[in-house]
């Protein structure tokens, strides 16, 4: 592995095909001029195919190691490269229109897109390669077994699609579970309004803590039936059977009546 020894901490498998190279590249399509930021460059694979196509990169990379190797190979002027953590990377210092590129951590998945539909509004778009299973939760619709948190709170952020899979053997090491490409592009003005997006994040959390809870029960801390009632979600339903517009609806109509109460 180029006299590197992967780190299983890092989440490091490395992508050694150069058609899923290729395909990727493809599907992001960058061009000169657009802010490329890619997550995780580890030993370049994508990172080379896309500062050939875009001229410049920006890059968030937290092994020191990998930074350093990186650093000798790319000049700054071609890749802008950040040794830090992409879980608390502070986004708003790359400024706008960001097109996020990465091979993603496994380990580190749903936190990272978590972190990642909270700067929606500076994306332009995402390509992300993750576990086969995450990708199926991201875009799961309700009523079925993967539609969950994850779903939800980033299907109304994102227009999410599953692009195509990658086996297992694309990469080195070869890990123990296939991947997918997913692309997510920011609903913006087409995202249903939120009043409280924490208020909101907790009421989804609540509704699949439990998955067979009824809402009744798993939003008992939240509020009361009537409020359900009132937001046209029934009590003794559960939370995969609502859809992301419900959700809002919900959170939204909790909010309201909250606000509405009088001051103890
Ligand atoms: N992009 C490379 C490729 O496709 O071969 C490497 C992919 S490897 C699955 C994940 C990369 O993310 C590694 O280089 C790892 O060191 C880096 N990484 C892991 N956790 C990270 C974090 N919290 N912030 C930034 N980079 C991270």
């Not at 899923?20 to 195919?49: C, F, K, Q, S």
Request: aromatic share 6%; net charge positive.
């Amino acid at each position: 592995m180029h006299g590197h020894r992967a780190r299983k901490r890092f989440g490091q498998n490395f992508l050694a095909d150069p058609h899923y190279v290729r395909r990727i590249v493809e599907a992001v399509d960058p061009r000169p001029g657009e802010r490329i930021v890619e997550i995780g460059p580890g030993l370049a694979a994508l990172t080379d195919a896309l500062v050939e196509r875009a001229g410049d990169v920006t890059a968030i990379e937290i092994d020191r190691d990998l930074a350093a190797r990186l650093r000798e190979r790319f000049s700054p002027d071609v890749l802008a490269l950040h040794e830090a953590d992409a879980l608390d990377f502070d986004y708003a210092a790359l400024g706008d229109d960001l097109r996020v590129v990465g091979n993603l951590p496994y380990n580190i998945s749903s936190p990272l897109l978590f972190r990642l539909a909270d700067h929606a509004a500076r994306l332009r778009d995402v390509h992300v390669m993750l576990q086969k299973e995450v990708v199926a939760r991201m875009v799961a619709r309700p009523g079925t077994a993967d539609y969950g948190r994850l779903s939800v709170m980033l299907q109304v952020v994102f227009r999410i699609d599953r692009l195509f899979l990658v086996p297992a053997g694309a990469f080195r090491p070869v890990p123990k579970v296939e991947s997918a490409v997913a692309r997510l592009v920011p609903l913006a003005r087409d995202a249903p309004a939120i009043a409280d997006r924490p208020l909101f994040a907790r009421v989804v959390a609540a509704a699949f803590a439990q998955r067979r809870k009824t809402l009744r029960n798993a939003l008992a801390s939240l509020c009361a039936p009537e409020t359900m009632i009132a937001a046209g979600i029934d009590p003794g339903s559960r939370g995969e059977a609502l859809a992301v517009a419900d959700f809002v609806r919900l959170a939204n109509t909790v909010k309201a009546t909250a606000d509405a109460a009088p001051a103890r």
